[in-house]
DNA sequence: ATGCCTCTGGGGCAGAGA
């Protein structure tokens, strides 16, 4: 099986190459995020067209997630246990789904902004729910995986230069001791490699030649059970398709699992 | 080094992204 993670900003937007992409990957199935698309606009049928199942959680300009899958979606749970609000509101931002025995949550974790800003207390917040909501479904014990955008990056390797980083989000303790709770939990960490350059990065800004110059961030992640790790063959991250006209800024990570 | 920011909603810009 292929389970993969994409941060497409917009799925509207990205539907040309999005459609490209799922025929010439043909994952099994695929978390996004970022969708921008309320669940009415969700372009289904073109997906359907592909094989594809969806289920979507989003509501217009901002976050939104769906799992896409050609084997089967089932119990889709939106939202997580006890999930925190912003500004009075809830946000879509977590979906899960059971496709061909394994239960897959597509997350997009809040960016936090800046370490004084009340959305990084909002992003630490989610996080505990987040780690509330594995425990809770038995996570680790079960075949299991949660992928999406983390806003994080686990080490300080993970950013193109650490120095930059000093006053920034991402990057601090107390976020990075959420990625530990989930590893304490019983969820291990399925790492990729790189298709170029040593570092597995996943996102590149668009602004001031970023992915040619390889200034990348690693914080599209992915987390299985022992179940679901002990069968990863392959993990990789697909940045060909961060290239040319009408990418997102993120690329797609690629999980396959034997069996 | 595959390219100097892009997306949406709602109007001629602003907010968000990380």
């Keep these: ?21 799922l025929e010439r990957v043909a994952p099994d199935v695929l978390c996004l995020q970022e969708l921008k698309c309320d669940d009415d606009a969700f372009p289904v049928a073109a997906l359907a067209e592909l094989g594809y199942e969806v289920a979507c959680h989003g509501t217009g300009r901002w976050n939104g ?14 939202g997580l246990v006890d999930e925190p609000t912003y ?12 496709c061909g025995g394994v239960r897959v949550w597509s997350v997009y974790v809040p960016n936090g902004r800046a370490p004084d800003h009340p959305h990084y207390a909002y992003k630490l917040r989610w996080l505990d729910a ?9 996570g680790a014990a079960r075949p299991f995986a949660v992928l999406g955008d983390f806003n994080i990056a686990p080490a300080d390797d993970d950013v193109w230069d650490i120095s930059l980083f000093a006053e920034s989000t991402h990057v601090t303790e107390p976020e990075r001791k959420a990625l530990a709770a989930l590893s304490d939990g019983g969820l291990r960490e399925v790492v990729p490699r790189p298709l ?11 602004r001031q030649l970023a992915f040619p110059k390889n200034r990348g961030m690693r914080i599209d992640l992915a987390y299985a059970s022992p179940s679901v790790a002990e069968t990863v063959t392959d993990a990789w991250v697909d940045r060909e398709e961060r290239k040319g006209k009408g990418a997102s800024d993120h690329a797609p990570v690629v999980l396959d699992l034997s069996g």
């Design 130 to 138: 987040l780690d509330a909501t594995v425990r809770a479904e038995g």
């Design 87 to 98: 500004s009075g509101a809830l946000q879509p931002r977590a979906i899960g789904a059971t």
């Design 196 to 206: 170029k350059y040593d570092r597995p990065y996943t996102y590149w800004d668009y």
């Design 1 to 21: 099986m292929r389970i993969a993670t994409w941060n497409v900003n917009s799925v509207g937007a990205r539907l040309p190459r999005l459609t490209a992409w």
């Design 65 to 78: 997630v769906a799992v896409l899958s050609r084997v089967g979606l089932a119990d889709i749970t939106r």
